[in-house]
Antibody, heavy 117, light 107 residues
Framework: QVQLVQSGGEVKKPGASVKVSCKAS????????ISWVRQAPGQGLEWMGS????????TYAQKFQDRVTMTTDKSTSTAYMELTTLRSDDTAVYYC??????????WGQGTLVTVSS | EIVMTQSPATLSVSPGERATLSCRAS??????LAWYQQKPGQAPRLLIY???VRAIGIPVRFSGSGSGTEFTLTISGLQSEDHAQYFC??????????FGQGTKVEI
């Protein structure tokens, strides 16, 4: 069965960086993109960007263009999302989901990133 | 960026009744629309894609309709486990894909 397992929660200070991992199993990793979606407390869902493991193409939402980097390691079927220069309003649950810019049938369990001084 | 607007923000429905949730796009997304259910502390769960296609394992009481800018998610014969928040997502414009702000269904 398809599974996406994310790394554990993080607490960071403003200005720091965070790197969240998403380990995929149950399917051929190179055949599907991975997208990242975040959800601030009590808020809706916000698409951050996606990466195609096969072509290693990345597309980022303009809002995050200068601060986000998405990568993959095909040898371990793991995707990564790094967000730099963290602010308090980056406090959110970060989800990975299988697929590029399409619908998402498979999601990770979410990683809570808390930004606080 | 395509803006997705959901209504109402909160919907109170009795068990066994029908719930009708709306999603409007700021420009046509054709049929490139998905619906998700999210319960507290859980990841979203795909219900519907391509506006009207039920995802694998989704009960038949969930149905989607619409195209262009107006979409509807209908939950027929509401059950207690349907208490959740529901989001629509457009993927016509892929960069970025955008979500509605959600409708909370209360039972």
């Amino acid at each position: 069965q398809v599974q996406l397992v994310q790394s554990g929660g993080e607490v960071k200070k403003p200005g720091a960086s965070v790197k969240v991992s998403c380990k995929a199993s149950g399917y051929t990793f190179s055949n599907y993109g991975i997208s990242w979606v975040r959800q601030a407390p009590g808020q809706g869902l916000e698409w951050m960007g996606s990466i195609s493991p096969y072509h290693v193409d990345t597309t980022y939402a303009q809002k995050f263009q200068d601060r986000v980097t998405m990568t993959t390691d095909k040898s371990t079927s793991t995707a990564y999302m790094e967000l730099t220069t963290l602010r308090s309003d980056d406090t959110a649950v970060y989800y990975c989901a299988r697929g590029g810019s399409t619908w998402y049938a498979y999601w990770g369990q979410g990683t809570l990133v808390t930004v606080s001084s | 960026e395509i803006v997705m607007t959901q209504s109402p923000a909160t919907l109170s429905v009795s068990p066994g009744e029908r719930a009708t949730l709306s999603c409007r796009a700021s420009q046509s997304v054709r049929s490139n629309l998905a619906w998700y259910q999210q319960k507290p502390g859980q990841a979203p769960r795909l219900l519907i894609y391509d506006a009207s296609v039920r995802a694998i394992g989704i009960p038949v009481r969930f149905s989607g309709s619409g195209s262009g800018t107006e979409f509807t998610l209908t939950i027929s014969g509401l059950q207690s486990e349907d208490h959740a928040q529901y989001f629509c997502q457009q993927y016509q414009q892929r960069h970025p894909s955008t979500f509605g702000q959600g409708t909370k269904v209360e039972i």
